[in-house]
DNA sequence: ACATTTGCTGACCATTTGGTTAAACTGTTT
DNA sequence: AAACAGTTTAACCAAATGGTCAGCAAATGT
């Protein structure tokens, strides 16, 4: 926003506003050059092409929310402990980026091979480790049998849905925005013991 | 597909495949009549415009998902009984018809007044029904306290993500689609009872 | 058989849109 | 102060795109 910033900054967080709230197709280079205020040529000066830049902000992106589906994976907490603290940490910054969910699976469904790319360009640290977590405390008895994958799946069904589906989920509970807010903040901790509770012998 | 659909009925399903995976705004109204095999002009001869054949189409999906949803609200089931139709029911039916629930969640955050229209006019149940199925089931010690509307929001959580997140739960999941599609099978049943697991006393 | 409505098409148009280019401006080096 | 490199802009351009329109074709009515 100051002076001080770069016009190659200003480019980035003004492109990041547009391609999160109109995907790539609506997104129009006028626009983001008018909300960076700057000429449209300088875009094309910093990124060469709509794609590009576009590019530059969807890895942003992604590589704002993978590391924080990778901590499930690989952290070495207790499973319990790592539920509850991903589940408070997630839902912690995605009220402050609401967009970032929706933004990121819009553009995956409409070009699934990002997934592929992205995830074998960064150490996504795969399955392996969190799979054996599982099996392990099933095996101690320390909760009930459950796959690893639609344990997973679970997780991040409850966390990321509401992000994305707020404008449904907000029509069919009739509530207001800042009643809805009230219901993430209470999700902060209650998706956490409702997945517990569900696992737990 | 016969010689016998009529053109209008063409457009309509052409411009449904499009629209569901193009978005309003990265569909073509020349891919549209390509994909229906008839002249660009006849889309604006029976829609007069794109906007107006999107409106057809984002209704007609709309529509189709939203009396699912209802059942959850409105049906006099038990609780239970209720969560394993819906999620056998819902998984089922979605599984034929991958992209509607993200189209329809994608137009809906980019139009999030969409929803109050949708809803109003068609006769959308409320919340009322199921808010009293749940203070009745907790009073009479048949589940434990929780709140009518995250266990709406964990039903719909759980049946619809992974379908919109699917591409990314590939990537993390590591499987191919053959494999996403067993999960998939399997959440008919698991996710009922996850559910249930969750809320039983 | 003729007229009239209805369905359908090719040619065309105005605007939008991503992208280019040459020139101007700014700060730094010599 | 002149030369130079990096940054920014206005003016343009070609292609794409939503939309129109006059007319053809095929039913439908009389």
Redesign the pocket.
């Known amino acids: 926003m100051s002076k001080e910033t ?3 900054e200003k480019i980035l967080t003004a492109a990041r506003r547009i391609f999160e709230n109109k995907g790539m ?1 609506g ?5 983001i ?1 008018d909300e960076a ?10 990124y ?6 576009f590019e530059a902000v969807f890895k942003s992106a992604f590589n704002t929310l993978s590391p924080q589906i990778n901590t499930i994976l690989s952290s070495d907490k207790d499973i319990c402990e790592k539920i509850t603290d991903f589940t408070y940490n997630y839902t912690s910054f995605m009220v402050k980026h609401p967009y970032l969910p929706n933004f990121i699976l819009q553009e995956l469904n409409r070009n699934p091979e990002f997934v592929t790319e992205l995830i074998s360009s960064k150490n996504i640290p795969g399955m392996k480790k969190f799979k054996n977590q599982i099996k392990e405390a099933v095996k101690k008895g320390k909760i009930k049998d459950i796959s690893a994958e639609q344990l997973f799946i679970n997780i991040l069904a409850l966390n990321i849905f509401p992000f994305i589906g707020a404008p449904l989920l907000k029509g069919f509970l009739e509530t207001s925005d800042k009643e809805f807010k009230v219901l993430l903040e209470n999700r902060k901790t209650e998706v956490a013991d409702f997945i517990i509770q569900s696992i737990k012998l």
């Open positions: 770069s016009a190659e197709s997104a129009r280079m006028q626009e050059a205020k700057i000429n449209k040529s300088l875009l094309h000066y910093y060469r092409s709509k794609q590009k830049l």
